[in-house]
């Protein structure tokens, strides 16, 4: 394969993708290019095999929760030819406790949504006063 071109041949995603991580710079980006990334005739832009192996994994590491930073972090190491993977395993351990910490906050909130379901289902609509705007909001206890 001499390239991809318009932003990568496989998916209007990985298209998506090159604009959005372009932007972040975590790929190439327009002051970047080469001779070989210019625009063609067509308006496509031409990209190398590299570029296209940089997205992939840029995609696989956010279906990993990498955030953009963290990525940016790892290509780095990569690029100056360093192993990233103490800097990979040590991130994956921070976005799994932070994804552990979300989950429980979630289920919290599942928790207290559940109940109020139920304790609302019961009570009768009232119309705001002066006092109130809505009873069912107004006298839910959130307790944890």
């Known amino acids: 394969m001499t390239g991809s071109r318009g932003g990568w041949h496989?998916?209007?995603r990985g298209c998506q993708a090159i604009g959005h991580y372009g932007r972040h710079g975590t790929?190439?980006?327009p002051h970047q290019y080469s001779?070989?990334?210019q625009k063609q005739g067509n308006g496509y832009r031409e990209y190398s095999d590299n570029d296209v192996k940089r997205l992939r994994f840029v995609l696989s590491a956010r279906q990993l929760g990498f955030s953009?930073?963290?990525i940016q972090e790892?290509?780095?190491h990569a690029d100056k030819k360093k192993t990233p993977c103490p800097t990979v395993r040590r991130l994956i351990d921070q976005r799994l406790h932070?994804?552990?910490e979300r989950l429980t906050?979630?289920?919290k909130l599942k928790d207290r949504?559940?109940?109020a379901v139920l304790e609302w289902n019961q009570k009768p609509d009232k119309a705001p006063t002066g006092h109130m705007l809505c009873h069912l909001i107004e006298e839910f206890t959130a307790e944890e």
Do not use: A, F, K, P
């Open 10 to 12: 496989e998916s209007h």
């Open 27 to 29: 790929v190439l980006y």
């Open 35 to 37: 001779e070989s990334h």
């Open 68 to 70: 953009v930073e963290d």
């Open 74 to 76: 790892i290509l780095g």
């Open 98 to 100: 932070e994804t552990e």
């Open 105 to 107: 906050e979630t289920l």
């Open 113 to 115: 949504m559940q109940r």
